[in-house]
């Protein structure tokens, strides 16, 4: 238990951070990207800006085409948010060839600063079907704006119908209403000669068609030539005096005084209020709301939602309010009340346009709250609910369905999400990216079923041949591999020995194999082979793969490079530890790697090397100063307090009183020195251990006491519940107690077994060692019931479930500590059968210790001899 928690705490490899550096992970960036057209969608071209900016600080420079897709997201962003100038420069970010949709997007961006000649020529080189369906309605709108700024309104009005109609959703089709409203604002030429004109023409008409639309022209004309608040005054005036049966008529001028006044002014504010208060058009309702959500100040805007969606009767555009308010709590990271909104809506509209929105907003708030099973299903069924045009954006979805399964370690979906992502990669994410994800999942599934490495091991040989797999997404899952095979056994560690060789190729160089692979890369796979020649019992080669390292380094980075050389160093010393009358040469090296790299990790680490190597010729003293020693000159390093903990054993291992006491000043300085270390635990754990040895039991009780209540949820604070039982079954004798009855700690103690040993939980080895003392405890009773008592627990608690079932008996076989324990129950057994004269089960208790090769064979041979039977 306690050297395996230690796992952290291993010799040094400089390439543990092996894998590079990919700024954000996959589906983190596809959700960003996400919430950004989200927010376009509903209004919120601002948070958008703000989202995509991020977004493209976080891309390494190499992935040129997932921050051209950003670029490009992000111009339409500005746009959006009238930003013209900017969404110039930020198309000045994308790199290489203009595709389709950058050149919509240049066209767009040149009307708005009326550089109409530009935008012709932009739209001229777009096809529309070579653009994603969403984007064709706006391709459509462009040529609209460049038909009307020509006069050709024969043509501009059809080609906005167009646009309307080719809208994919209910959305986009009121994001191209309110773009065509603005167009009457802006991108007209006004006079001041059609001012008399207009007025003339409202004054002869009025009630009439032709008045109502020189009142529209008259407003646009005035705030056209800036005297907007005139234009407004004309328009509240007109209202006044509509008639109530030109819904119409108020509708529109609502909108238009809205657009000119501004949400975020009262007026604004007011006109679009009515639209959203009373009028029939449903359109036009959710343009207002749109303007609202990007106008308005975010209180009053909060304010208004809040007011439209609890009135007594639902409102027309109910299911668009309450989606708008959801976004705005996720904005606001208030994920309860977002998902509140998103559930009231999907009950209230099951078949709703806005269910992908809704459905990506449970998504977002899932995964920011570290529900990824629960994400991975949202965006299952977002997915599910998406147009059959909407292909970006369901393989966007594909793809944070398959982290989101890696990140809840369910790594098998992972692997399969991942294989389906690659039928349909989104743009602008790298398809070696999604291989090397879909080879890790299989490595990390192995965790939990060993066989799943030999089956990552022939996907990423099936996926070497694949050109989509780059070559550094190739060489970063061979090193994954490599190092899941090292821990998972001897086998393992030979066939990702013989991988690596076979890779690198028998080169006296081990750094010129694959050509084209980083130099870092090489050789930290150079370093692995190194590594695992050891491990598979090759020190010879060892040696001779560590000098060819060394000696070959390139220019790489130069603590990468020293990194390699230090540890090689310790490579070198285990290595001539392996081979027999070579050791003096393995401490040689030692001390020279203190003197070459003496503030190296490598050269910290070869104090506790050294110190093992005394310790393992019993040379404790020695082991313990080198051990001292390291935690007085490196105090700060992260193996300090580590080397008090090892120093402190290597005194216990002295076996004297006097030596335990130095062992516990040195298990007091730890937790003095280090309170924060995840070391302090098992410090005070073998702090009672060692208090246990010097028959201090009042004192050991204590420590575990505490131990218990300062780490109550600590994954091995079993043990400790373990050990203070064992104080007070050490304590038992004291206190009077009567015929047949235990005393105080008996007692405690008898509670706590009687605990562990039902705790389905619990560690095997600790419920079969708690079963034992249980058993024992029982037995002292001295009385018949106690020693059936004791019969039952030993042979139904212990034996049947954890040595008769054959699940339990092979997770046994790998616990030393489980198998002592068995065996200590099972001659228990067969003593209690001998004193109650069931000489034949005492037999059968004895032969079946044997028959399952546990420790004590000689003393169970010892009694079926005494029983007459010859083993």
């Known amino acids: 238990m306690r050297v395996s928690s230690q796992a952290n705490l291993v010799a040094p490899a400089p390439l543990l951070p092996v894998t590079a550096d990919r700024g954000q992970s996959i589906g983190e960036g596809l959700l960003q990207e996400q919430a950004a ?90 096809r529309v079907d070579e653009l994603e369906p969403s984007e064709r309605g706006w391709y459509y709108f462009a040529e609209g704006q460049l038909a009307a700024v020509a006069g050709e309104f024969s043509r501009s009005g059809p080609l906005f119908d167009q646009a309307l109609g080719t809208a994919t959703t209910e959305l986009q089709r009121a994001r191209f209403t309110l773009a065509r409203e603005e167009i009457r604002l802006l991108a007209s030429d006004f006079s001041e000669g059609q001012l008399a004109g207009l007025r003339s023409l409202l004054e002869r008409n009025p009630g009439r068609s032709t008045g109502y639309e020189a009142a529209s022209l008259l407003a646009l004309t005035l705030n056209g030539l800036g005297r907007r608040t005139e234009a407004i005054e004309t328009l509240r005036r007109q209202l006044q005096a509509l008639p109530q049966e030109r819904l119409a008529i108020a509708d529109e001028w609502y909108l238009l005084l809205g657009l000119i006044a501004g949400a975020n002014d009262a007026i604004g504010r007011n006109a679009l209020g009515q639209l959203l208060d009373h009028s029939k058009d449903r359109e036009k309702q959710r343009v207002a709301l749109m303007v609202l959500a990007r106008g308005a100040p975010p209180a009053l805007f909060r304010a208004e939602l809040n007011r439209l969606i609890e009135a007594p009767t639902p409102h027309p555009v109910l299911e668009d309010l309450l989606i708008q308010r959801a976004e705005i709590h996720l904005q606001a990271k208030s994920y309860a009340e977002a998902e509140r909104d998103v559930e009231r809506m999907l009950e209230m509209f099951p078949g709703s346009r806005l269910k992908p929105q809704a459905l990506s907003i449970r998504v977002r708030a899932a995964w920011e709250t570290l529900r990824y099973r629960r994400a991975a299903d949202y965006a299952t069924q977002t997915r599910a609910a998406l147009a059959p045009t909407q292909v970006q954006v369901g393989a966007e979805l594909g793809v944070l369905v398959a982290e989101a399964y890696f990140r809840a370690a369910d ?153 390699i050389a230090s540890t090689s160093r310790l490579l070198q010393a285990d290595a001539y530890f392996e081979l027999p009358g070579r050791e003096v040469e393995g401490l040689d090296i030692l001390r020279k790697l203190r003197s070459d790299f003496p503030q190296s990790d490598a050269a910290v680490y070869s104090f506790i090397k050294e110190a093992d190597f005394a310790a393992d010729q019993n040379r404790f003293v020695d082991a313990q100063s080198l051990l001292v020693k ?242």
């Not at 057209?37 to 997932?66: D, H, K, N």
């Not at 591999?481 to 998972?488: D, I, K, W």
């Open 411 to 563: 790594f098998r979906l992972a692997a399969d999400a991942y294989a389906a992502a690659l039928n349909q990669v989104p743009v602008g994410v790298p398809a070696g990216d999604l291989i090397f994800q879909r080879v890790l999942s299989e490595i990390e599934s192995a965790q939990a079923d060993p066989t799943r490495l030999l089956v990552a091991a022939g996907l990423l040989d099936e996926a070497s041949l694949n050109p989509r797999l780059d070559v550094t997404n190739r060489w970063q899952a061979e090193w994954n591999l490599a190092r899941a095979m090292q821990v998972a056994g001897p086998e393992s560690r030979r066939i990702a020995f013989e991988r690596i060789e076979r890779l690198l190729g028998s080169t006296n160089d081990a750094t010129s194999s694959s050509p084209e692979l980083p130099d870092d890369l090489k050789v930290r796979m150079a370093w692995l082979r190194a590594r695992l020649s050891l491990e598979v019992g090759q020190p010879e080669r060892t040696l001779t793969l560590v000098d060819q390292l060394v000696a070959t380094l390139p220019a790489i980075d130069p603590r990468l490079r020293s990194d």
């Open 630 to 871: 390291l935690a007085d000159d490196f105090g700060k390093h992260t193996y300090a307090p580590f080397a008090l903990y090892l120093a402190a054993v290597n005194a216990e291992r002295r076996g004297q009183d006097t030596f335990y006491r130095d062992a516990n000043r040195l298990i007091e300085r730890l937790i003095r020195d280090y309170p924060r270390s995840e070391l302090v635990f098992y410090a005070r754990l073998k702090q009672g251990d060692l208090l246990r040895r010097l028959n201090e039991f009042p004192f050991a009780q204590q420590a575990y006491e505490e131990l218990i209540n300062a780490f109550p949820k600590h994954p091995d604070v079993l043990y400790a519940h373990l050990a203070r039982a064992a104080c007070h079954n050490a304590q038992a004798g004291a206190g009077a107690a009567g015929p047949g009855q235990l005393t105080g700690h008996a007692e405690i103690a008898l509670g706590i077994y009687e605990r562990l040993v039902d705790q389905a939980d619990a560690p095997t080895d600790i419920r079969i060692e708690a079963g034992y003392n249980l058993g024992l405890l029982l037995s002292r009773r001295g009385k018949e019931e106690g020693r059936k008592r004791a019969e039952l627990v030993w042979w139904q608690q212990v034996i049947t479930p954890f040595l008769l079932d054959s699940v339990q008996e092979a997770k046994l076989s790998g616990s030393a500590k489980g198998r002592y324990w068995m065996s200590r129950a099972l001659l228990g057994l067969g003593d209690l059968f001998e004193s109650q004269m069931k000489l034949d089960q005492a037999i059968d208790t004895y032969s079946l210790l044997l028959n399952k090769g546990l420790p004590g064979s000689s003393l169970a041979k010892a009694r079926l001899a005494r029983l007459g039977v010859q083993r």
């Open 37 to 126: 057209i989200r927010a376009m969608e509903l209004g919120f071209p601002s948070v958008a800006v703000g989202i995509l900016r991020a977004e493209l600080t976080e891309q390494p420079a190499e992935l040129t085409q997932r921050r051209n897709r950003l670029a490009i997201l992000l111009a339409t962003a500005l746009l959006d948010d009238d930003l013209a100038t900017e969404a110039e420069e930020a198309l000045r970010l994308f790199v290489g060839l203009p595709t389709p949709p950058y050149r919509l997007r240049a066209a767009m961006t040149a009307i708005r600063l009326r550089r109409f000649d530009v935008a012709r020529v932009e739209l001229s080189a777009v």
